[in-house]
Each structure stands twice: as structure tokens, then as C-alpha cells.
């Protein structure tokens, strides 16, 4: 009877034996998962290369697409299974810096306590000790007492500084697994997106393909309009000549070769750096009254000498050379399509240089100023090409060290968002 009893308990609780899972046996189940995603994504990026080399037809533009949704919809997949995984990290680690605390927090109790001890034993001069204690024998336990004390007082000053540069490190690492959730999120965001873009265009081409081919030709010529448009468009940059979207994106794929930048960030930056205000760039032109010339809105000590400089060296006159006007109670002095103040361009100039050819470099000029903010960008992290990455570059770029407050979260969210419109852009550039 009890065997039965037994055999029959085990079978009950069998299932739950077998579906128990451990957590490297979930991140090696998930890691297993994610390299089958990707090598299907890397399939698919095949196909779509061998259509794209194909002679121009319905069908093949069709076939196009169906790839890159499908390439898409597993990005979509891998990030999935990322934030799965990342999921069950960030729990841990919260775990883990849960438990240091409270052991840093027993431990400042322990050494509140011996220090209360120590002190107590230290108000008694070295006479007072030897009067209380009766014999010789009470009065070496009462040294080896202050004495242990002491080293107890020093072995838990280690263990709270032990303790606390754990929390520390471990609090650094659930903040870039956090970042990576994020940026996770925003991949699939935007994954989203363009699969519901791709699907628009399948469904214009499936139309077409049912048509005649006439249809087709007036999709094609309405894709290059579209795409004439887009280069043709003028891109506005503070303190120089309007230059078309395709000189633009000339200059900032450039940049990126020599920077790591990508091209449609660099873009959003330049351009939200061209209208922040109605009264930026229209400092110190010639017909500017003095208050508004450059010894009259620049920094005294740190701007008017290097701005001289810059533009002795460039061969034109200081007086009448556009900057922007003080914003938000500052300084003004900022120049050209990147906003840099004369003594930061100074200190950039040589890098700048190295980049472009240009000697001096001019911040006034569109590939100079695009190659000091892709340098300035990368130095502040937005190489990394992430969302997150991408966004605090920004920030730092637009707050330097204030670039956490609240009040400036504004300039990074601004910069994103146009940056995800070039992206798309660009991609209608390159079909």
C-alpha cells in the first residue's frame, strides 16, 4: 500500500520536477533561442542581397520587401527574447543590492556600537584602569578587551567599505542592464514602425502587380520624386548659407566614417541646434547695435580672445561675423551650424583639422561644424549607437554636467525624434 502511495505522489508532483528550471539553464535556453533568431535574421539579409541585384520588377520589389518584414518581425524575435533574458538579470541584481544594503546597514549599527564601546574605555585614563582592577591578571583582560575592540572597530570599517563599493558596483551594472532593456524596447518600437511602413509599400506594389505595368512605372517615378524631394530639401544651419538635404547628409555620412557617429543622430543634432530660438544667430551682424556685439554678449575672460583669434586666422573681420544672442540669462557667442563657444572650437581645432584637411578648421563651414560636433558627440558616448547612448550624448551635449535634470530632458527627447525621422529618410534614399 505505501509503495503504491508513494509511486503515486511521485507521478502527481513529476510535472513540476520537469518543468523547474534554474536560472543558467534559462539563460542558456534563451541564449540557444536568440543565436537561432539571429542566424535566420542573417538568412534573410542573404535573400534580400540576391534580390536587390535582380533586374527591376513588380515581383522582385515585392520579394524585397517580404524580406526586410521578415527581417523585421525576427528583430522584433531576438529583442524579445533579449528582454527576457535581461528581465530576469535586473531581478537579481536588485536582489543583490537589496541584501547589501541591509548588510550595510547591520554593519554601521556593529561599528556605531563598538565605537560607543571604545569610547567608553578610552574616557579611562591608563591610572583609573589600574586603581579598578584588583589584580594584575584583570587589568591585562581589560588591555586585551580595548585592544580587541580596536581591531574589531578596524575589521568592520573594512567590511563597510567592502560592502558599499559592492553596492556601488552592483548598482552600476543593473543601470546599464536597465539601458539595455530600454534600448531593447526602442529597437522594437521602431521595428514596429517599419514593418507598418514595409507592409503600406507591399500593399501599393500588390496593387500595381494586378495592374499594368504602367502602374508600376508611376510607382517608381513617384518613389524618385519622393526621393528628389528629400535631397532637394534645404537645410537650414545657423550662421551659414542654407545648404540642401543631400549636401547635408553628404557631410554627415562623412562624419560618421571618421566618427562612429550615425548619420541621421548627427543630423538631428545639427538641426535642433538650428532652432532652439528666434534670437540665436542674430548677435553681432552689421547692423547690430553695440549692445549686441560680440565684447558686449561674450563671456569677457574666457570667449573674446579665442573668438578674435579664430577670426584673424580665417581672414575676417570679428565685427559683423553673426553669433548667437545670450539664452536663458547666459552668455551668448556660440557659432555656427554647431553652436560651439570660440574657446571650446579653439581647444577642437587641431581634431577637427585632422579630420577635414581644413587649416584652420571654420565653424562657420558645414563640414568643419559637422566634424566638430561628430567628435564632440563621440567623446560624450553617442558612438555607442544606442538609444540610450545616443540620448545622453545629447543631453550632455546640450546640459554638460546638469544634463540629468528634469528640465533639460526636453533637448534629448527633441534630438530622437527627429533623428527617427531622418532615419526613415535616409532608408527611402537608399531603395
Known amino acids: 500500500m505505501w509503495l503504491g502511495l508513494f509511486v503515486g505522489l511521485a507521478i502527481a508532483f513529476l510535472p513540476s520536477l520537469v518543468l523547474a528550471e534554474t536560472a543558467q539553464e534559462k539563460e542558456a535556453r534563451l541564449n540557444a533561442q536568440l543565436a537561432q533568431v539571429n542566424q535566420e535574421i542573417a538568412d534573410q539579409q542573404n535573400l534580400l542581397k540576391s534580390k536587390q541585384k535582380e533586374t527591376a520588377s513588380i515581383k522582385r520589389d515585392i520579394d524585397i520587401l517580404t524580406y526586410k518584414i521578415n527581417t523585421a518581425q525576427l528583430n522584433i524575435k531576438a529583442k524579445q527574447i533579449e528582454i527576457s533574458r535581461l528581465g530576469g538579470v535586473i531581478v537579481q541584481k536588485q536582489k543583490t543590492i537589496n541584501v547589501l544594503d541591509d548588510r550595510l546597514g547591520q554593519e554601521k549599527i556593529s561599528l556605531s556600537e563598538l565605537l560607543r564601546k571604545t569610547r567608553e574605555l578610552d574616557d579611562n585614563t591608563f591610572a583609573?584602569?589600574?586603581?579598578?582592577?584588583?589584580?594584575?591578571?584583570?587589568?591585562?583582560?581589560?588591555?586585551?578587551?580595548?585592544?580587541?575592540?580596536?581591531?574589531?572597530?578596524?575589521?568592520?570599517?573594512?567590511?563597510?567599505?567592502?560592502?558599499?563599493?559592492?553596492?556601488?558596483?552592483?548598482?552600476?551594472?543593473?543601470?546599464?542592464?536597465?539601458?539595455?532593456?530600454?534600448?531593447?524596447?526602442k529597437a522594437i518600437e521602431a521595428e514596429k514602425a517599419n514593418i507598418e511602413q514595409l507592409n503600406?509599400?507591399?500593399?501599393?506594389?500588390?496593387?500595381?502587380?494586378?495592374?499594368?505595368?504602367?502602374?508600376?512605372?508611376?510607382?517608381?517615378?513617384?518613389?524618385?520624386?519622393?526621393?528628389?524631394?528629400?535631397?532637394?530639401?534645404?537645410?537650414t544651419l545657423r550662421g551659414a548659407k542654407s545648404i540642401t538635404f543631400g549636401q547635408a547628409l553628404d557631410h554627415a555620412k562623412f562624419v560618421s566614417t571618421k566618427t562612429g557617429v550615425r548619420v541621421a543622430f548627427l543630423l538631428a543634432i545639427i538641426t535642433q541646434e538650428s532652432n532652439l530660438g528666434q534670437n540665436i544667430g542674430t548677435c553681432n551682424r552689421p547692423s547690430d547695435p553695440p549692445s549686441k556685439s560680440y565684447k558686449s554678449v561674450m563671456k569677457p575672460d574666457r570667449d573674446i580672445g579665442p573668438f578674435e583669434r579664430i577670426c584673424k586666422a580665417l581672414g575676417i573681420d570679428p565685427v559683423g561675423q553673426p553669433i548667437s544672442c545670450p539664452y536663458g540669462g547666459g552668455y551668448g557667442g556660440a557659432m555656427g551650424p554647431a553652436q560651439f563657444i570660440p574657446s571650446t572650437w579653439q581647444g577642437m581645432a587641431n581634431a577637427v583639422s585632422a579630420v577635414t584637411g581644413n587649416k584652420p578648421p571654420n565653424?562657420?563651414?558645414?563640414?568643419?561644424?559637422?566634424?566638430?560636433?561628430?567628435?564632440?558627440?563621440?567623446?560624450?558616448?553617442?558612438?555607442?549607437?544606442?538609444?540610450?547612448?545616443?540620448?545622453?550624448?545629447?543631453?550632455?551635449?546640450y546640459a554638460g554636467g546638469n544634463w540629468a535634470l528634469a528640465k533639460n530632458a526636453f533637448y534629448g527627447d527633441q534630438v530622437m525624434a527627429i533623428a527617427s525621422k531622418y532615419q526613415k529618410q535616409i532608408e527611402i534614399l537608399q531603395d
Open 128 to 185: 583609573e584602569i589600574i586603581l579598578t582592577s584588583q589584580t594584575l591578571s584583570n587589568l591585562f583582560v581589560d588591555l586585551q578587551r580595548f585592544n580587541s575592540l580596536e581591531n574589531n572597530v578596524q575589521a568592520t570599517l573594512d567590511s563597510v567599505r567592502g560592502v558599499k563599493k559592492d553596492t556601488e558596483t552592483q548598482k552600476v551594472v543593473l543601470e546599464d542592464r536597465r539601458d539595455a532593456e530600454t534600448n531593447a524596447k
Open 200 to 235: 503600406k509599400e507591399k500593399t501599393v506594389l500588390l496593387n500595381a502587380s494586378k495592374a499594368k505595368e504602367n502602374s508600376y512605372k508611376a510607382v517608381i517615378a513617384s518613389k524618385e520624386k519622393e526621393r528628389s524631394a528629400i535631397l532637394n530639401a534645404l537645410y
Open 363 to 397: 565653424p562657420w563651414d558645414p563640414r568643419d561644424a559637422f566634424t566638430a560636433s561628430g567628435l564632440y558627440l563621440r567623446d560624450l558616448g553617442a558612438d555607442g549607437g544606442t538609444f540610450t547612448t545616443e540620448r545622453k550624448a545629447a543631453l550632455r551635449y
